[in-house]
């Protein structure tokens, strides 16, 4: 079936590191997306991708890493920089950019130990 | 900025029941509008999206609706089941094609 794929569901950080959440698809779309959930707020847009080699910063994209190598995969390092990792991560693709509807992965929760 | 708010932030209702999610936007000038649902630790849905040059659109028992002017939508749902319960959740799509979000009504269908 297609859909996108994150792993993994749940991540523990320790002081200091930076971790991969892991995003693939295979619906072929040229869009990416990452974006950060914390309760009671609206989803937070953190990088995306519109093609493979670029990417753009979204609007919290401090302390947060990603590269688009091959269309199917968008992997967000979670850095050391970044200090309140601790969040819902959900990963999403479409078609191409200009609004179409966005599909989404299952999410992985980020703790800190 | 466009900031977007879904009023109420829960709503417990009886099955069977007829009802409306609200949400509005400051900014009229919106490509698009979309509703989603999302279940307890799981990803998004798309249920309806709505063209900025469109009133509303129907998907079985829910019909979203729009008022650009005003700065609304709408999301009713028919006859409401227990299987219904979820966040929902509303975004519009701005000039750059971004969604900027609201942070969603939890509903709760009581059996």
């Known amino acids: 079936d297609g859909g996108i794929t994150q792993s993994p569901k749940y991540l523990f950080r320790k002081e200091g590191q930076n971790v991969t959440l892991s995003c693939e698809q295979n619906l072929n779309h040229d869009a990416m997306y990452w974006y950060r959930q914390d309760p009671g707020q609206g989803l937070r847009l953190i990088y995306y991708?519109?093609?493979?080699?670029?990417?753009q910063k979204g609007d919290i994209a401090e302390g947060y890493s990603v590269s688009r190598e091959k269309k199917e995969s968008f992997p967000l390092t979670v850095t050391s920089a970044q200090k309140n990792p601790t969040a819902f991560y959900l990963c999403?693709?479409?078609?191409?950019?200009?609004?179409?509807?966005?599909?989404f992965g299952d999410g992985t929760r980020l703790s800190i130990l | 900025k466009q900031e977007v708010t879904q009023i109420p932030a829960a709503l417990s209702v009886p099955e069977g029941e007829n009802l409306v999610l609200n949400c509005s936007f400051t900014?009229?000038?919106?490509?698009?509008l979309q509703w989603f649902r999302q279940d307890p630790g799981k990803g998004l849905t798309s249920l309806l999206l709505i063209q900025s040059s469109q009133r509303e659109q129907t998907s079985g028992r829910l019909n979203a609706s729009l008022d650009k002017s005003s700065g609304r939508s709408t999301l009713y749902i028919a006859a409401s089941q227990p299987g219904d319960s979820a966040t929902y959740l509303c975004a519009v799509s701005n000039s750059n094609y971004q969604l900027i979000w609201g942070a969603g009504t939890k509903l709760i269908i009581k059996p």
């Open positions: 999403a693709s479409s078609p191409t950019g200009g609004g179409q509807p966005q599909h």
């Open positions: 991708s519109q093609i493979v080699n670029d990417f």
């Open positions: 900014d009229s000038a919106i490509y698009n």
